[in-house]
Each structure stands twice: as C-alpha cells, then as structure tokens.
C-alpha cells in the first residue's frame, strides 16, 4: 500500500514564523501536491511538483514556497506566518498522471 | 472555484440503510474518483472510474460513472456506524489536476 506520511498531525505557531510541513511517500510517486481544507471550500491546490526541483503553482500559491529536493519528500514553506492561514494541510502524490492521489493524514496548522 | 456539485450535503440515516449520493458538473471529464474522510484524517481513495457508463463495486459501496461524463454517483448498501465521515467526488481530464466536490457528511445512527 502506498504511505503518504507528514512530519506533524498538529501544529501551532505564531504570526510571523517560518513554518515548514514536511510529506514523504514510499512508493516512488512522480508527482507530489500540497492542499489546503476549509469548511465550505473544500480542497484547493496550493503547489505541485512532478519531479525532483520541479514545481507548479496551483490555485492559491501566495504566501507559500515548496522544496522537493529528493523524488519521496515535499515540503511546504510559509515564509512569514499568518492567521489566515489556519488550515488543514494536506499532502498527496501520483504516480503517472494526476488522477489517482493518495492523501497523508493532513497537518492541522494554527497560527495565533 | 469548485466546479463538482456534490448532493445532499449532510444525511443522516439509520443505520442498516442504503445511501445515495451523486456529483454533477457542467463539465466533461475522463476520469471520476470517490473518497472518504474520516474526521481528521487525509481522504483515502474508495473507488476510480474511467469509461462512461462503467459501474464499479469495492465491498458495499458502488460507484457509476454517468454515460454523458457529467456525473457520478455513489451508492452505500447495508451502512454501518463506520461508515461516518465525509464522502468527495473528484474529477478530471488527461493531464489536467483533479477538481474536488464539496462533499457529502454521512453520519449513521446506530
């Protein structure tokens, strides 16, 4: 079975802090995603990478930066923390295309 | 901006029911995919649909991928107190990202 792990199920921060969510998959996925989930927004793209170095914006890439140096770990940055921010982040990979996406546990994020 | 129109929002039923769930577009899509979410975990992928028409069973839940690539429905037989948790369609096209419902909450009265 593909694992989809995240280095924290919570975390709490303060305004203004660099924040970094880490997501390693043991299944040597190409394509690695990072979501954001709010109540009544549902899961919207923040970034994704299809190989190692690569990335793409996705729907709401302001106010995060990601990393994938090695093909099993993708980490998303938040430069300066903000309250807005509060979410539930969520780590996905692929392995062909974009379709089937197996989710990590999610990291449920505060910034106070 | 979410363009999968998941129905009903919420149910709530006893359990031993049958459920049915459905999610339109006004879109085409090639590929249909159902998931779930337990409260707060990732969703886990239950089924994959990619041929209009195609019906697909994984245990009690089947899933249908409409014949005019517009829809997909989603059925539960028999539920049971597990079964709680949040359903989400999602949908695309070769090369494109998938595009997610805003999902069906089930919660099941024992």
């Known amino acids: 079975d593909v694992k989809v792990t995240q280095s924290s199920r919570y975390l709490v921060k303060r305004t203004g802090e660099k924040v970094f969510l880490e997501c390693v998959q043991d299944?040597?996925?190409?394509?690695m995603f990072w979501y954001r989930q709010d109540p009544g927004l549902g899961l919207r793209l923040i970034y994704f990478?299809?190989?190692?170095?690569?990335?793409e914006k996705g729907d709401i890439p302001e106010g995060y930066s990601v990393s994938r140096e090695k093909k099993e770990r993708f980490s998303l940055i938040l430069e300066s923390a903000s309250t807005n921010q509060t979410s539930m982040y969520l780590c996905?990979?692929?392995?062909?295309?974009?379709?089937?996406?197996?989710f990590g546990p999610g990291t449920r994020l505060t910034v106070l | 901006g979410q363009q999968l129109n998941q129905s009903p929002q919420s149910m709530f039923i006893q359990e031993g029911e049958d459920v049915s769930m459905n999610c339109t577009s006004s879109?085409?899509?090639?590929?249909w995919l159902w998931y779930k979410q337990d409260p707060g975990e990732g969703p886990v992928l239950l089924i994959a649909?990619?041929?209009?028409?195609e019906l697909t069973s994984n245990g009690r839940l089947t899933a249908q991928f409409g014949i005019t690539r517009k829809d997909s429905f989603l059925n539960i037989s028999a539920s049971i107190p597990s079964d709680v948790g949040i359903y989400f369609c999602?949908?695309?096209?070769?090369?494109?990202?998938?595009?997610f419902g805003g999902g069906t909450r089930l919660m099941v009265k024992p």
């Open positions: 999602a949908a695309a096209n070769a090369g494109n990202m998938l595009t």
């Open positions: 996905a990979s692929s392995l062909g295309g974009y379709n089937e996406q197996f």
């Open positions: 879109s085409i899509f090639n590929t």
């Open positions: 299944m040597d996925h190409e394509n």
């Open positions: 990478s299809y190989d190692v170095k690569m990335k």
């Open positions: 649909l990619y041929k209009a028409g």
